[in-house]
């Protein structure tokens, strides 16, 4: 073998495991960050809501920040999503209810998961999701539409330098993940 087809094996080898790693790194990333929530407590419930001070709860209606919306989809990921509004002008401290509209351009139903990210980080202590789609998996039947909730408010101790604050949403195709973890929990629960 000359050293120009073992350098072009190698090469393909190095290639071929870097493919591996990213589809296999993709496909935990929900479960990853599913961890990671649990064990930060970064997941912010409806019934963490009462643990907000009334300083918080006071809107600051001299301030208004522009919220973006963006969703993007994981390879694979046959969803059209989109927000309701691209942007909104909020007051720190006053709750405010949005919707974003998924639909499953499949033949099959399919689950999905929306992995959240706010920018700047600066702002994303700040950001309080109330009720969010991104708290649950979403089951869409083939062909379907449905609209997803989102409310959320800014904290008024929001620094002043922060005037725009984009929240994006990735979703991930996790049907397989899902239909895997229901096929074991039904096998446990029949011994």
């Known amino acids: 073998m000359s050293k120009k087809t073992s350098k072009t094996t190698r090469g393909a080898a190095k290639l071929a495991l870097a493919a591996v790693f990213m589809f296999s790194f993709g496909y935990l990333l929900v479960p990853l960050y599913d961890v990671f929530c649990d064990l930060t407590g970064l997941r912010f419930t409806d019934e963490e809501a009462v643990a907000l001070t009334p300083q918080e709860l006071q809107e600051d209606s001299s301030r208004l920040v522009t919220i973006q919306f963006d969703v993007s989809m994981n390879q694979g990921m046959s969803w059209q999503v989109k927000p309701e509004m691209r942007e909104m002008k909020v ?9 974003y509209s998924a639909r499953n351009k499949t033949a099959e139903e399919m689950v999905g998961q929306a992995v959240p990210s706010v920018a700047p980080i600066a702002a994303n202590k700040y950001l309080v999701k109330t009720e969010c789609f991104c708290f649950d998996n979403q089951t869409i039947a083939a062909g379907e539409t449905v609209n997803m909730p989102l409310s959320f408010m800014l904290k008024p101790r929001l620094p002043p330098n922060v005037n725009v ?25 029949y011994k």
């Open 91 to 99: 007051h720190p401290g006053r709750v405010y209810t949005t919707f």
């Open 165 to 189: 604050v984009t929240l994006s949403y990735t979703f991930f195709d996790i049907t397989k993940n899902v239909s895997t973890a229901n096929q074991l929990d039904s096998a446990l629960a």
